[in-house]
C-alpha cells in the first residue's frame, strides 16, 4: 500500500472527512458564543531561597540544586494548596457580601447580581449586621466547617463561581522564573477587580501561612529540647549537692591531695621509726659491752647508781621535751630544756668523777669507759622514746587511711554521676542552639517579599474563540482520518491481489471488481470485461489442450464460502468461454443456482443437488450423462466446501481448478485446511485463485491506471506523488 492508496481510502470517505470536523466546528462556535472575556494579572514573589543570605551559610557553600528545587516544589505546593485557596476563597466571599451595591473596583454588576442569587439572603443580612470583613470570615469559617448546616459549602465546593475552590486553583498558576528566586503568581477571571484582590489575598495568605508552616518545623524540636535541659539541669544540679554533701559530712576538701599528704606523711614517718630503731639497737649493744668493763666496787657503784638515777631523770626529762615539741607546747618545751640541760650538766659531773676512778683492764681509763656507757644508754633512752612518739603518730595515720579508704569509691561514683549529667547537660543544650539557629535560619528564609504588585487589568485577554473552532475542525478532521486508516490498518480481510497470493499461498489467475450501483458506468463496463478477459486468458492454456485433443475438458470452480458468485461475474465468465471454446456447459450446485440461472441461459447449465454417492463419480459427465454433453467445455462448480465434500475423481480429472474467493473475507484456517486437502487430493492439477468482489481502489497494481475520467488538478496531483514530473 502506497500514499496513493490511502488518499483514495480517504477519498471514498469524503463524506464524513468534512461532515464530522463541520460538526464539531459548529459545536464549539454555538458553545463559545456567550463566552465572558478573561482578565489576567500578575505578582511576583521574592523568595531568597538559593541566593539569599541565610545564618548558617557560608562564603565557600556549595548550592544544594537539589534542595533549591525541592523548596520551589514545597513553595509552589503551599502556593496552591486547598487550606490557602479556601481561606482567599472565604476572605473573597467575605468582602463581596459586605457591598451593598455593585462598585467597578470590587465587584462588577452582573457579578454582583449572581452574588445575590448564589448566596441565601439569611447569610447576606448577617454579614451586612457584623459589618467588617474580619467578622464576617469568622462567620463564613464556622458556617463551611460545620457539618449540619454547610451552606458555604456549595458555594465553594461548586464550580461556575469565583469562590469556588476548585475554578480558582486551575485559574491561579504558580511558576518559577527561569532560575531565579522569584515566584510568578498569575490569575485569570472574567472580571478585572475581583482578579486584582484575589491575587493580593492569596499573596498575603499565602506568605502568612508559609512562614507559619516553616515556623511549626521547629517549634516542636525547640519545645522538647527545653524540657530534656530543664530535666536534665535538675538531674545535675541534684548530683552536685550530694556531692557537696558528702564532702561536708566526712569532712573532705580535697580528698585525693588530703589521701597524697596522708600517704607521704606515713612514708616518711616509717622511715623514722626504721632510724630510731637501729639507733636503739645499737646503742643496746655498746651499752652491754661497756657494762661487762666496768669495775664493780661500791665506789663504782654508788657512783654508778647516781649516774643511772641521773640518767634516768635525764630520759624522763628529755621524752617530756620530745612531747612537748610533737605537741607544739611552747612553755613546757623551755621548761623540759632547761631540766633536760641541769640533768645533762650533772649526768657529765657524776660521770667525770665516775671515769677518774679507774681505768678498765685493757688500761683504758674509766672515765672513758662510764662516758661511752653513759652516751649509749641516753642515745638508747632517746631512741626508745621516739619509738614511742612515733608508733603513736603511725597509728594515727592509719586511723585516717581506714576513715578515707571507703570514702573512695563513694566519691569517684558521685563525681562520675556529677561528670554523666554534665555532659548529657552540654549535649542537650548544644542540641537547643542548634535548634534555635535552625529557628531563627528559617524565619529569616520564610520571609517571602512581594516584589512586583498585583494590577489592575484594563485589557480583557485575546479571545481564543477562533482558535478553539479550528481546532475542533482539525481534530474532527484527524479523528475521522484515524478511523478510517486505523479500520484500513487492522482489516485483516484480502482484499489485494497482493494479500490474496501472500494469505492464500496460490497463485492468481484472474479477478473481478465489486460494484455498488445496479447501473454501471461506462469505465466499469469496460474494466469488467477486461478482467474476464484475463481471466479467460489465464484459462485457456490449461483447458485448450484438452479439447485439442479429446474434444472436450473439464473447468472445476471451487469455493469455501456461500456467498462469493454474482450474476454479473458468471454471465461475463461464460460470454468470453464461449467466445473462445463455442460449446460451455455449467454443472452447479443447487445453493448456487439462483446466480447462475440469472446469468446463464437454461440449456447451458445443469442443477444437482450434492449427495453422498457423488463422491463415487469418476468424471462430471456422471452427475447426468443425457442432459451433459460429452463433448466441449465443462465448468464444474462444487458446493460450499466447508460444508460439503469434493468428488475426488472429478477433481482429478478437471484440466484446471479455479478457488473463488471473496476479497472482502478473511482467509480463515478453515479455508487453509480446505485448499490442502484439495491440493493432496489432486496434486496433478493446476490450482489458481479467482478474486471477486475486488474494490476498484486495490486493482491499480495489477492492471494499472484504471481507465476513468479524472480532474485536471488530480492528474497532477497524482503525477507529483508518483514522482512524474514530466
Known amino acids: 500500500m502506497n500514499l496513493i492508496h490511502y488518499i483514495k481510502l480517504l477519498l471514498r470517505h469524503k463524506t464524513w472527512l468534512i461532515s464530522v470536523p463541520l460538526i464539531c466546528a459548529l459545536t464549539v462556535f454555538f458553545l463559545t458564543k456567550k463566552s465572558k472575556k478573561q482578565y489576567t494579572s500578575s505578582t511576583t514573589l521574592y523568595t531568597g531561597v538559593a541566593s539569599g543570605y541565610s545564618i548558617t551559610s557560608t562564603e565557600d557553600e556549595r548550592l544544594d540544586y537539589f534542595a533549591v528545587n525541592n523548596a520551589f516544589d514545597n513553595l509552589m505546593a503551599s502556593a496552591k494548596s486547598r487550606e490557602t485557596i479556601q481561606a482567599v476563597s472565604l476572605h473573597l466571599l467575605a468582602e463581596h457580601l459586605l457591598l451593598k451595591k455593585s462598585d467597578f473596583h470590587v465587584l462588577g454588576t452582573v457579578d454582583f447580581n449572581k452574588l445575590k442569587k448564589l448566596v441565601s439572603p439569611d447569610v447576606i443580612n448577617k454579614a451586612q449586621k457584623l459589618g467588617n470583613e474580619p467578622a464576617v470570615y469568622s462567620y463564613l469559617n464556622a458556617l463551611y466547617t460545620d457539618k449540619t448546616n454547610n451552606t458555604i459549602a456549595y458555594i465553594l465546593d461548586n464550580p461556575g463561581s469565583f469562590y469556588s475552590i476548585d475554578d480558582l486553583k486551575s485559574n491561579l498558576a504558580v511558576t518559577r522564573l527561569n532560575a531565579s528566586d522569584i515566584l510568578q503568581v498569575v490569575y485569570t477571571c472574567t472580571d478585572p477587580a475581583v482578579c486584582l484582590r484575589t491575587l493580593e489575598l492569596h499573596s498575603a495568605i499565602f506568605t502568612e501561612n508559609y512562614k507559619r508552616l516553616k515556623a511549626d518545623q521547629t517549634y516542636s524540636a525547640v519545645q522538647y529540647f527545653e524540657g530534656k535541659l530543664a530535666e536534665v539541669k535538675a538531674k545535675l544540679q541534684k548530683s552536685e549537692d550530694d556531692l557537696k554533701l558528702f564532702g561536708q559530712k566526712n569532712r573532705v576538701i580535697n580528698y585525693y591531695e588530703q589521701t597524697r599528704y596522708i600517704a607521704q606523711s606515713k612514708e616518711q614517718l616509717e622511715k623514722e621509726i626504721y632510724a630510731e630503731k637501729v639507733t636503739q639497737k645499737g ?57 633536760v640541760q641541769v640533768l645533762e650538766d650533772s649526768l657529765k659531773t657524776a660521770s667525770d668523777d665516775y671515769l677518774k676512778l679507774n681505768y678498765t683492764l685493757e688500761t683504758v681509763p674509766r672515765s672513758n669507759l662510764i662516758q661511752e656507757w653513759v652516751d649509749n644508754a641516753v642515745t638508747g633512752q632517746k631512741a626508745t622514746a621516739g619509738l614511742d612518739v612515733l608508733d603513736k603518730q603511725r597509728q594515727n595515720y592509719l586511723n585516717q587511711i581506714d576513715e578515707f579508704a571507703p570514702l573512695g569509691s563513694t566519691l569517684k561514683r558521685l563525681e562520675r554521676q556529677v561528670d554523666i549529667n554534665e555532659k548529657e547537660f552540654l549535649s542537650i543544650l548544644h542540641g537547643l542552639n542548634l535548634a534555635r539557629l535552625r529557628q531563627s535560619n528559617i524565619a529569616l528564609n520564610s520571609n517571602i517579599v512581594v516584589q512586583d504588585k498585583p494590577f489592575f487589568p484594563l485589557r480583557a485577554q485575546p479571545s481564543t474563540r477562533g482558535l478553539l473552532i479550528i481546532v475542533s475542525f482539525v481534530l474532527g478532521f484527524v479523528s475521522v482520518v484515524s478511523v478510517v486508516v486505523g479500520r484500513e490498518l487492522m482489516d485483516s480481510s484480502v482484499r489485494t491481489a497482493e494479500r490474496a497470493e501472500k494469505s492464500i499461498g496460490l497463485p492468481l489467475a484472474g479477478m473481478s471488481i465489486a460494484y ?16 474476464a478477459e484475463r481471466l479467460t486468458s489465464a484459462i485457456l492454456p490449461f483447458v485448450s489442450a484438452g479439447i485439442e485433443s479429446e474434444g472436450k475438458a473439464t473447468l472445476a470452480l471451487i469455493a469455501t464460502r456461500q456467498e462469493v458468485y454474482n450474476p454479473v461475474d458468471v454471465q461475463l465468465l461464460h460470454q468470453s468461454l464461449r467466445a473462445v471454446f463455442k460449446k460451455v456447459f455449467w454443472v452447479v450446485p443447487v445453493g448456487y443456482s439462483h446466480i447462475f440461472l440469472a446469468a446463464i441461459p437454461p440449456e447451458s447449465i445443469y442443477i444437482y443437488t450434492p449427495a453422498l454417492e457423488q463422491l463415487n463419480y469418476k468424471d462430471v459427465r456422471n452427475f447426468s450423462e443425457d442432459s451433459i454433453p460429452q463433448d466441449g467445455l465443462v465448468v464444474y462448480v462444487s458446493p460450499n466446501l466447508s460444508l460439503n465434500s469434493l468428488p475426488v475423481a472429478v477433481a482429478k480429472g478437471a484440466e484446471m481448478m479455479l478457488y473463488v474467493f471473496n476479497a472482502k473475507d478473511t482467509n480463515q484456517q478453515a479455508d487453509r485446511q480446505v485448499i490442502t486437502k484439495t491440493q493432496n487430493a489432486a496434486p496433478g492439477v493446476p490450482l489458481y485463485t479467482w478474486l471477486v468482489n475486488v474494490d476498484e481502489a486495490n486493482i491499480d497494481n495489477t492492471i494499472g491506471e484504471i481507465p476513468k475520467k479524472r480532474s485536471w488538478l488530480r492528474r497532477k496531483i497524482k503525477k507529483m506523488i508518483t514522482l512524474n514530473l514530466r
Open 283 to 339: 646503742s643496746q649493744q655498746a651499752l652491754g659491752a661497756v657494762e661487762k668493763k666496768l669495775n664493780s666496787r661500791n665506789q663504782q657503784i654508788d657512783n654508778s647508781l647516781n649516774v643511772i638515777n641521773t640518767r634516768q631523770r635525764l630520759s624522763q626529762a628529755k621524752s617530756n621535751l620530745e612531747r612537748a615539741k610533737l605537741y607544739g607546747d611552747n612553755e613546757k618545751i623551755a621548761q623540759y630544756s632547761s631540766r
Open 516 to 531: 455498488r450501483n445496479e447501473i454501471l458506468l461506462p469505465y466499469q463496463t469496460q474494466l469488467m470485461h477486461l478482467l
